[in-house]
């Protein structure tokens, strides 16, 4: 066999392979230490795309699912509410019944009435104290408007959209652009309140977007670049809202019709059951106001069956997110979770392979000693 002193290649190959057994030694390390068999894109960059998008996907389900439990709740002050008007009603239907009768004098009556009136005032303070945070529900202002017409905010100006959600409803307002030498102001007013804006000159890049936010008057304005471009431009109009539309709850990851639930809630005051007019001061008044109590009573029944369904389909979903999540996760477990049993096999083997190249690594660099005999 050739014996050579300058390079000593069984001690270079036993190195070679005591690096790659410390390479998988310190994979194995680091994955029975985390947990993850995916720690860096370099691990597996393909799993790692794909994990990145359920784990995104599992926290938008985990809000969704805290948002759908929102609008129950939501739904349960509403309801709290709709059940002591239903008592009211009751009790309207029975002060009716006693007024109708021959045997009531027109004394009583008068006080019946009087308890009628103020029935009637407790349902309309009912029915606008009852809220969700800030926000009523069962005074008919709940939901959200829609703009009918945009009047000064005309593409003229380059307004992309305007979302008059939290404005109020069939109402029009008074918008105002101006423009100067270095900057271009909208302002849009409803009786006493005026809210402005100013975006300078430049402000917004090309082929970007700025919203402005008319937050006291519940409406968002999205412009694009041209809007802070346009010289010399002055406009006086008016911006109308319609009719409330169904409040909307994001109950899924995705931007699409089937990832929401919308719904809205009636007006349960005196004017909306429409027992504003009861007068029972009179036999005939009484007789009258048992039909229109009796179609109250209908009207609310309608509207706390809505809230009921409502309520099962959020629980519902509520269900379904909860089955999605964790099958998400167990997807995204396969992928990037360890597999501790597999690990330690390959920790073990990687320990006994450096181990046993450390000893032929010894051993290598003794071999070149035994050219010494040839020499003496």
Known sequence: MGLRIQNNIAALNTHRQ????DMNLSKSLERLSSGYRINRAADDAAGLSV?????????????ASRNASEGNSLLQVAEGGADQISGILSRMKELATQAASANTTSADRTNINSEVTTLKEEIDRIAKSTKYGTTALIDG??????????????GAFDVNSVDASGAT???????AITT??????MTISL?????????ANGDIADGESKTLSFSSLGISVVVNSEY??????TANGTMATGDLGESTFQVGSGDDVNDRIAFSLGDMTATGLTINSIDVDSQSGAQAALTLVDAAISTLATRRSEIGVTQNRFGFTIANIATSVENITAAESVIRDADLAFETIA??????????GTAMLAQANLAPQSILGVLG
């Open 18 to 21: 005591m690096t790659i057994s």
């Open 51 to 63: 994990s990145m998008k359920f784990r995104a996907q599992i926290r938008s389900l985990y809000q």
């Open 141 to 154: 202002t709940f939901g959200t408007t829609n703009v009918t017409t945009y009047g000064a905010l005309g």
């Open 169 to 175: 409803a069939n109402t029009t307002y008074t918008v």
């Open 180 to 185: 100067t030498a270095t900057d271009k102001l």
């Open 191 to 199: 009786g006493g309140t005026t809210q402005a804006i100013t975006v």
């Open 228 to 233: 802070d471009q346009d010289a010399n431009v």
């Open 347 to 356: 920790f073990t083997k990687n320990q006994i392979l450096l181990q046993a």
